[in-house]
């Protein structure tokens, strides 16, 4: 349907599309079922979370917002990661990185 979609999928090791246009809302292939679920998952998730905790959020920072949700959600219990483990991984991630705002600001007296 939109070519956005297209375009998105290119940046992953695996994206398929369904057309709704055709009323294709389910593909089996195999083992592998491509639907539209996951992702309405993930944005309905991601959204919930930048209104509820994250009201006030920068668009130029927007790209941060979403890494910490693709982390925490690709990483949840459902999946079999407890606490212990996303956080060692969370760790393993941050080592050698250091993120700053700006730089300290000197004031003359």
Known sequence: EAGMYRRVGQEFASHDVVTHSKDEYVRYEGAKTVHTNTVEGFYSIF?????????????????????????????????????????????KGAAGKRLTFHGPRYSEA
């Open 47 to 91: 959204k919930r979370g930048m209104k509820g905790v994250y009201q006030h959020c920068a668009e130029h920072h927007l790209h941060r917002y979403l890494a910490e949700f693709d982390f925490r959600y690709s990483n949840r219990s459902a999946l079999g990661v407890e606490d212990n483990v996303r956080s060692l991984i969370a760790l």
